[in-house]
């Protein structure tokens, strides 16, 4: 469908039945909106249930995101991949900055409005979170290598690779050569 739970393709596209490597070239959103609101549901929904599986944030941490590469350069980032156990930790430490702006900024603005929303019940991981968090929006950050990582799982049968900067070293006078093997950090879950 061209919409699913209020959501839309980008560019409001309906297409017949796909099968997964058409969605990743069609870039049909709300295929991916389904699955994770019916995983969303199997965790428990709102309230969630005492050990979800999270099979979205699981799965993106098994391919190499919202981790350090370990590339061989200074400052690099780790992206982010949140799930339940994130956004509740994230609300306990931000949840009286929340209830302070929900007394004190001008009642009905859209920002006291957002603070009181996220003060009452700001832990919940959401439909809409869960959705978004699917086609690679909302809280997740995703780093161009680590996006380059699993893409090269995923063409070379699965294996996550340690980027990096060198394939070896050259003695100055050409006479020897030092290889760097590539260094293996994991293998994705999946076929």
């Known amino acids: 469908p061209s919409s699913y739970a209020g959501k839309r393709n980008?560019?409001?596209?309906?297409?017949?039945t796909l099968d997964f490597?058409?969605?990743?070239?069609?870039?049909c959103d709300t295929v991916y909106y389904k699955?994770?609101?019916?995983?969303?549901?199997?965790?428990?929904?709102r309230t969630g249930i005492a050990h979800p599986k999270e099979v979205f944030?699981?799965?993106a941490k098994a391919w190499g995101v919202g981790r350090q590469t370990g590339i061989d350069l200074p400052d690099e980032r780790s992206g982010l991949i949140t799930?339940?156990?994130?956004?509740?930790?994230?609300?306990?430490k931000h949840k009286k900055d929340y209830c302070q702006g929900a007394k004190t900024r001008p009642k009905g603005s859209y920002l006291q409005q957002l603070d009181n929303e996220f003060c009452i019940d700001?832990?919940?991981l959401n439909g809409g979170d869960?959705?978004?968090?699917?086609?690679?929006q909302g809280d997740?950050?995703?780093?161009p290598l680590q996006l380059a990582m699993a893409y090269g799982a995923l063409v070379n049968g699965g294996t996550l690779y340690k980027p990096q900067l060198a394939k070896g070293f050259l003695a100055a006078d050409g006479s020897t050569s030092t290889e760097l093997p590539p260094v293996r950090v994991g293998k994705v879950p999946v076929a």
Request: no cysteine; hydrophobic share 50%.
């Open 140 to 143: 997740v950050l995703v780093t």
């Open 122 to 124: 700001g832990y919940a």
């Open 21 to 27: 490597r058409e969605t990743l070239i069609r870039s």
């Open 130 to 136: 869960a959705m978004n968090f699917a086609i690679g």
């Open 10 to 16: 980008f560019e409001g596209e309906s297409f017949a």
């Open 57 to 59: 944030p699981t799965m």
């Open 83 to 92: 799930n339940r156990a994130f956004k509740r930790a994230f609300w306990v």
């Open 35 to 45: 699955l994770a609101l019916d995983q969303w549901s199997r965790d428990g929904g």
